[in-house]
Every structure is written in structure tokens, then in C-alpha cells.
Nanobody
Framework: QSKLVESGGGLVQPGGSLRLACAAS????????IAWFRQVPGKEREGVSV????????KYVDSVKGRFTISRDNDKDTVYLQMNSLKPEDTAVYYC?????????????????????WGQGTQVTVSS
């Protein structure tokens, strides 16, 4: 069964760093764009970043630009999200999702409905 599994979440102080990983199994990982979303209770799931299947294109939501970096290793079927200078408002459950590259145009990547596969999420808490 096709699946995505996130790891790397935890508790970190403001200004600290974490690296999330999203490992894929049982589907053609190389052909999919992979995105990171986050969600806090009572709010909609928010797109954070996305990377295309060939790693040539990546996008970020404005609130994380300059702090987060997305990358992928297709040999390991894994996508990473390096998160630096973390802020309390980054606290959320982070999910990775796989979708078709064509949804990376414009702001379409921000729509959770465009993704076929989702992980179970990993908690990131930024607090002193």
C-alpha cells in the first residue's frame, strides 16, 4: 500500500532548527511533486513548501521564506524540510503529501485537495 511517513518533529526553542523527513514507499516517488503542509487545531491545513519531481522547482509560503529549505533525494525516496530560525507560530502538525507536478503552477500547490497521498503527520512545537 502506497504511503508516506514523516519523522523529525519535536520540541525546540525559538530560534532553533529541526529537519523533517518524508519517506515514501510503494509508489512512483520520482514522478510526484512533494509538499509539506501544517495544521493547528481549529485552522485549515496550510501549504508550507513544495518541490517538483526533478527538484528544479520549489515554492514556499511567504511566512517561511528564507528560513525553511525543501530538498529531495530520489535515490532514497525521501523529501526533507530544513527549518531554521523557528518561531512559536511555526508550531503545528506537519504533513507531507504527494501530488502531480502540474499542480505546482501558480498557487495551485496550496490546495490540499490536489494531493493524492498523505502522511500521518509529525508534531513540531516551538516553545521556550
Amino acid at each position: 500500500q502506497s504511503k508516506l511517513v514523516e519523522s523529525g518533529g519535536g520540541l525546540v526553542q525559538p530560534g532553533g532548527s529541526l529537519r523533517l523527513a518524508c519517506a515514501a514507499s510503494d509508489f512512483f516517488f520520482d514522478f510526484y511533486a512533494i509538499a509539506w503542509f501544517r495544521q493547528v487545531p481549529g485552522k485549515e491545513r496550510e501549504g508550507v513548501s513544495v518541490i517538483g519531481s526533478g527538484s528544479r522547482t520549489s515554492k514556499y509560503v511567504d511566512s517561511v521564506k528564507g528560513r525553511f529549505t525543501i530538498s529531495r533525494d530520489n535515490d532514497k525516496d525521501t523529501v526533507y524540510l530544513q527549518m531554521n530560525s523557528l518561531k512559536p507560530e511555526d508550531t503545528a502538525v506537519y504533513y507531507c503529501a504527494a501530488g502531480e507536478n502540474r499542480f505546482m503552477h501558480g498557487s495551485t500547490w496550496l490546495d490540499p485537495g490536489n494531493y493524492n497521498y498523505w502522511g500521518q503527520g509529525t508534531q513540531v512545537t516551538v516553545s521556550s
